[in-house]
C-alpha cells in the first residue's frame, strides 16, 4: 500500500501537490495508486480558509469565547488539526479536550502511529487549555513539555482522546 499526504495550498493544482508527494514517497505515483490515495482520502488539502479568520478573532475575543466557537463550528479549527484530522471537542474554564481517530496516514515506518502525532494532539490540548485562560489581544506558545508514550496507537485502538487541564496561570 502506498501511503502519503501532500499540503496543497489554494491555486496549487494536483500535478504541483504530487510533486510534493514525490519527494515525500521517492517513486512517481501511478494514475491509479493517485486515484486510489484520493479515494481514501490520503491526499490532505487546506483552501487557505480559516487561519486567517482565526487570527483575526483571536486578537478580539478572549481565548474561551474563540474556541468555545470552534467547537460549536462556528469558527474552522486550526490547519495543523485539519490536516491531520483531530477535533475540538470541549474547552472551559482551563480545560480543551481533542479526539482523533488514529488513521494509516498517522503511522511511521514500524507500522503504529508516529509518535509525533500523538504529541502534536497533546500539546494542541495543552496550549488550548491555556488559551481557555487568555484575554483578548493575548498570545501563547509552547517553550518546552515532556510526554511518556507507553503504548503504540494504531487504527485498532480506536478513537483516543487528548486532554489539556490548566493547573496553574501565571
Not at 493544482?13 to 493517485?34: F, H, K, M, N
Not at 494542541?124 to 491555556?130: E, L, Q, Y
Request: net charge neutral; aromatic share 4%; glycine share 12%.
Amino acid at each position: 500500500d502506498v501511503g502519503a499526504f501532500a499540503l496543497r495550498r489554494a491555486g496549487t493544482d494536483l500535478a504541483q501537490a504530487q510533486t510534493v508527494g514525490r519527494a515525500l514517497l521517492g517513486p512517481r505515483l501511478s494514475s491509479r495508486e493517485r486515484r486510489s490515495l484520493v479515494q481514501v482520502g490520503e491526499i490532505r488539502s487546506l483552501d487557505g480558509q480559516g487561519c486567517a479568520a482565526g487570527v483575526v478573532v483571536e486578537q478580539e475575543q478572549p481565548g474561551l469565547e474563540i474556541l468555545k466557537k470552534v467547537v460549536a463550528k462556528e469558527l474552522p479549527p486550526s490547519p495543523m488539526a485539519s490536516l491531520l484530522g483531530y477535533d475540538l471537542v470541549e474547552a472551559g474554564d482551563g480545560l480543551a479536550v481533542f479526539t482523533v481517530t488514529p488513521a494509516e496516514f498517522h503511522y511511521n515506518p514500524a507500522g503504529h502511529v508516529h509518535g509525533g502525532f500523538a504529541a502534536t494532539v497533546l500539546d494542541s490540548a495543552m496550549g488550548c487549555a491555556v488559551h481557555t485562560m487568555l484575554p483578548a489581544g493575548v498570545g501563547y506558545t509552547t517553550l518546552e513539555f515532556k510526554i511518556n508514550l507507553v503504548r503504540a496507537l494504531q487504527t485498532s485502538t480506536g478513537r483516543v482522546r487528548g486532554i489539556g487541564t490548566v493547573l496553574h496561570a501565571g
